[in-house]
């Protein structure tokens, strides 16, 4: 990567604040009929007439939850909508609108933010969400960026995490592991580098457990697609924490217990081999890896017919009662406690 002279770069002293937050949001432009005024005045107005308004947020923190060393800023902005919008999406919800909060240190150039912001617009544009304000403000240290995500539903088809019941089926939608697997070849890749710059790595075989690390996707398609084939989700939550630590939020919520089935756990083939180049077992990476952006949800038996073969939903598993507590039967057909193994932001502490 070559890097602009730093002549072409203007510092962000020059702008000013309001000059800034022109140029970074000066290309877009709303799409949504509920936005009624986006960027521009103390506040946004939005009206979501018969709809309930679901809202959610997130903060993202250098040296915490990313590093710039091998996450380029555009594709930063670009994930931190991303996960913002799984949030919504997990409600059963449609995201509408964001706002975007973010703390710089002036070693940040205004090209930098740009990049930055090019990813939040591409976000924007794909899942159809407008930007309708944030804050900008100086930081000591590192970057900081906060997006809140609004969206709307039906009350009638919300989900929350506390409606599982006895037997329903619990679905997850794509594949599991992926991005954990990829920012493992990241890293181990970032410690090569530091010992040999000039080492220029093949990643091709990696590219899509980097891709699923470096720009994962929110699974507005599946809100969309249970939508169509009127399937009504009991519960549902995103699996950012790890598979295993979500199954637990939705069962304690719930108050009920489930069986979680080792084989049907779905991993791509790419997972499977990196897995045994690491020598970690998918299993785990499936269950306490996070990161996935997958959605967890749970659906009444008698719905199965609408969801059977589609190959974007695999179910992993049932519901049982409380009493049972939470399982998951591996492939020789023992019956392990399911224990939260998840990312803990405080574990490292
Ligand atoms: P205030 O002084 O009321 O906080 P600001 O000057 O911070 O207002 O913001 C002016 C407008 O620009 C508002 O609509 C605000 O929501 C928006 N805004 C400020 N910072 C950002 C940002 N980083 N990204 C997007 N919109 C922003
Ligand atoms: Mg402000």
Redesign the pocket.
């Known amino acids: 990567m070559f890097e602009n002279k730093e002549s072409e770069k203007t510092p962000l002293g020059q702008l000013g604040?309001?000059g800034l937050?022109d140029k970074?949001?000066n290309k877009f432009k709303a799409k949504n009929t509920e936005t009624i005024k986006?960027?521009?005045?103390?506040a946004?107005v939005l009206d979501f007439q018969d709809n309930k308004c679901v809202v959610s947020t997130d903060l993202l923190i250098e040296g915490v939850h990313f590093n710039l060393s091998y996450m380029p800023l555009k594709h930063l902005g670009y994930k931190a909508v991303v996960v913002n919008l799984s949030d919504i999406y997990a409600m059963n919800a449609m995201a509408t609108q964001i706002?975007?909060?973010?703390a710089v240190s002036n070693r940040f150039p205004l090209e930098a933010l740009e990049e930055l912001y090019e990813g939040i617009n591409l976000a924007c544009k794909l899942y159809n969400v407008d930007?309708?304000?944030?804050?900008?403000s100086t930081s000591q240290t590192g970057l900081i960026i906060s997006v809140t995500a609004i969206g709307k539903v039906k009350e009638e088809n919300l989900a929350y995490r506390d409606g599982a019941k006895e037997n329903d089926l619990l679905v997850v939608s794509g594949d599991l592991g992926a991005a954990y697997m990829g920012l493992q070849v990241l890293e181990r890749e970032n410690e090569v580098f530091k010992v040999n710059p000039k080492n220029q790595p093949d990643l091709s075989p990696y590219s899509y457990i980097i891709e699923r690390q470096l720009k994962p996707e929110a699974r507005k398609d599946i809100v969309d697609l249970l939508a169509e084939l009127e399937v009504h989700p009991t519960s549902m939550i995103d699996i950012s924490d790890g598979l295993s630590s979500e199954i637990l939020h939705l069962c304690e919520k719930s108050e009920v217990g489930c069986n979680l089935y080792e084989e049907k756990i779905p991993l791509d083939p790419t997972v499977i081999s990196v897995c045994e180049e690491f020598n970690l077992d998918s299993t785990l990476v499936a269950l306490s890896g996070g990161e996935d952006y997958e959605l967890l949800f749970t659906i009444s038996q008698k719905e199965f017919p609408k969801i059977k073969g589609n190959p974007n939903l695999t179910v992993v598993g049932h519901i049982t009662a409380k009493s049972e507590g939470a399982h998951l039967v591996s492939r020789n057909n023992s019956k392990i406690p399911i224990t939260a193994q998840g990312w803990n932001p405080f574990a490292k502490a």
């Open positions: 604040e309001f937050i970074l949001t986006a960027i521009g005045d103390d946004a706002t975007v909060s973010i930007l309708v304000g944030g804050d900008t």
